[in-house]
Every structure is written in structure tokens, then in C-alpha cells.
């Protein structure tokens, strides 16, 4: 009868109040989601750690969930139940989220059916978990926002990090001339084995400099920029005619000075996955698993952590000394 009672309960990490990494707790009582209509639940090997989760926890971001919640959405695992209408799925088969309802950081998340998509066999569950945000936000980046074109250069700002690989490999794969940039020799390898034409270091005083001697009179077509809050007014001085800085993410204000996006015709954009329209996540998602049938689209995964250890794993993914890959949580 104990046995029978401790069966609908699991491990979730919950934060009830918005703050640092210490809020997040984590729970062993908590009731496993039942999935409604057009909805899966999924047993989750392993989740992907994103920093906007992060801002999200320290409840300095646009978006606020209601309080407790469970963080996380690129959950990687196997279909424990279907809630009616669902066709395109069955208990048993392998499958990775763009996005939870219950919350990922837990033994079970429930996702509605259109966030879920098949994981082929090529790829193990904590590659699985590397794919949702990375991947979609780099093709939203690059062509859907971006309008890249073969032919056409791109600097990757930060490119040993999830969305950092996840960009080079798709750039790569679709012709375009990568540039990338990273904290440590090893990221600079990471970087150069995953796409990259070239790979510079963001901590060398001097590497704006060789950029610039690296792409000459013409400059960059396309700047994909993860820390645009350190990195914007000097994206604009590297760009070319009709260039764009991808605005991917940023941890506070900057001053530029806008003739350098005059002087160039320049433009700055911001991406946001949660803009998404279906139609948009429909073509990203098509890419994307041909990506994975070709053999071009493989995450990289970097630091691993048990969920006992997630406030260590919300610390690292800020305050870590350079990015190898993609964080996995593995409940």
C-alpha cells in the first residue's frame, strides 16, 4: 500500500519565490502531471539549462510565471502517456521539447503535442536535451530573423555555448563563412570542430583587431551576439554594408552611438523564441530534424549535474569561466 501511495509522486526542483540560485528546491513529494487534451507526458532523462532560465528565477525578466513553478523546457526522454486527440505519439518512443507545461527540471514534464518532436536514434538523451532553445533560437537568428544567405559571413559572439554551437553547425550546413569567438583554448577548439572557419578569443585585448585584419575592408555580414551588453557598440564597427547584429542575448544596458549603424546602413535586431508563430516553429523544426537525418546538426554537451545539484548548476551557467557546450540536468 506505501508503494502504491508514493507512485504518483516525483522529484520536481520548485522555486516559490523569484531570487538567486538558492531558491530552487528540491522536492520529492511532488504530485506527476497528468496530460490533458493535445498534451504527452514524458519521462525525462535529461533537461537542458538555459540562462534565460536563470533570469526568469531572479524574476528580473519580461516574462514571470506564477509562483511555485518548476523551471526548464528542452526536456529529452521517453512518452509515459498521451491526453486525448494525441496521435503523433505513443508510450515508449523517444522524444525532445521546445518547451514544457509542467516544468522540466523534474522525473516527469507534461508538454503540449506541437512542443514535442521525435529524437532519432543518432542521438543519445542528453544530446536530445541540447536541441529545443539552442537550436531554434539559432535558426530564428540566422535566417528568420536574419535573412542569411549562402555566401554570406557570419561572426558567432560567444560560440562555445549552446546557442553558440548550435549556430556555427547551421551556418556551416547552409553555406554561409563562420566566424567564431570563445573564452578558453578549448572553446576555441569546440568552435573550430563544430563549423567555424576561424576562431578568435574574446579575453586577448587585442582580438577585435584581428577580426577586423581577418575580414579586411568588407566586414561581417551577420553578428550573432550572445552578451550584447559588452559587445554591441563594437558589433557596429565590424559589420558590413547592410549588415545586422543579432541581438541573442544581453545581461543589462549599453551606450552606442548610433552613427556607426548609419554610416553602414546597419541594423540591430532582436530575437525572441517566444515570438514564435506556429507556422515559424514548423519550418524551424523541418530543419532542424533533416539537420539531425544528414549528420550535420550535433550537440554538444558540456557539464552534466544530478538535479540535487541545480543552484550549483544556475551559478555555473553565469559565473563559469567560458562556455564547452550545452548544461544538461540528468534527474
Keep these: 500500500i506505501a508503494m502504491a501511495a508514493t507512485r504518483n509522486v516525483m522529484r520536481a526542483v520548485r522555486v516559490f519565490e523569484f531570487g538567486g540560485p538558492e531558491v530552487l528546491k528540491l522536492q520529492s513529494d511532488v504530485l506527476i502531471p497528468v496530460p490533458k487534451e493535445n498534451q504527452v507526458l514524458i519521462q525525462v532523462h535529461a533537461c ?8 526568469i528565477r531572479s524574476g528580473n525578466y519580461a516574462r514571470k510565471p506564477a509562483l511555485p513553478y518548476t523551471p526548464g523546457s528542452d526536456v529529452a526522454g521517453v512518452i509515459e502517456g498521451v491526453g486525448e486527440h494525441v496521435t503523433a505519439f505513443k508510450k515508449g518512443d523517444r522524444v525532445f521539447t521546445t518547451g514544457t507545461i509542467s516544468g522540466g527540471y523534474a522525473d516527469y514534464a507534461v508538454a503540449a503535442a506541437n512542443r514535442v518532436f521525435p529524437l532519432s536514434d543518432k542521438l543519445d538523451f542528453r544530446q536530445g536535451a541540447a536541441i529545443g532553445i539552442p537550436y531554434f533560437t539559432a535558426y530564428r537568428a540566422l535566417f528568420q530573423k536574419g535573412r542569411a544567405k549562402a555566401g554570406e559571413s557570419v561572426l558567432v559572439h560567444g560560440a562555445s555555448g549552446g546557442v553558440g554551437i548550435a549556430t556555427c553547425q547551421i551556418a556551416r550546413a547552409c553555406g554561409l563563412k563562420v566566424l567564431g569567438t570563445a573564452g578558453t583554448e578549448e572553446g576555441m577548439n569546440i568552435v573550430l570542430r563544430n563549423g567555424a572557419h576561424q576562431a578568435f578569443n574574446h579575453r586577448e585585448a587585442n582580438y577585435i583587431d584581428k577580426i577586423k585584419e581577418h575580414t579586411g575592408m568588407e566586414g561581417v555580414d551577420i553578428i550573432i551576439e550572445m552578451l550584447s551588453n559588452v559587445n554591441l557598440a563594437t558589433d557596429l564597427q565590424l559589420l558590413s554594408y547592410g ?3 543579432m541581438v541573442v542575448g544581453s545581461r543589462g544596458p549599453i551606450e ?4 556607426d ?3 553602414k546602413e546597419s541594423s540591430i535586431i532582436g530575437v525572441s523564441l517566444f515570438l514564435e508563430t506556429e507556422e515559424e516553429r514548423h519550418e524551424c523544426a523541418t530543419a532542424l530534424l533533416d539537420g ?3 549528420g550535420w546538426l550535433k550537440p554538444i554537451v558540456g557539464s552534466e549535474y544530478p538535479l540535487e545539484k541545480v543552484v550549483k548548476a544556475h551559478e555555473d551557467i553565469i559565473h563559469s569561466s567560458g562556455a564547452r557546450g550545452k548544461m544538461v540536468l540528468l534527474p
Design 256 to 259: 552606442i552611438n548610433p552613427r
Design 48 to 55: 537542458g539549462v538555459n540562462p534565460v532560465e536563470t533570469y
Design 243 to 245: 549588415g545586422r547584429v
Design 261 to 263: 549603424a548609419m554610416s
Design 292 to 294: 539531425i537525418e544528414a
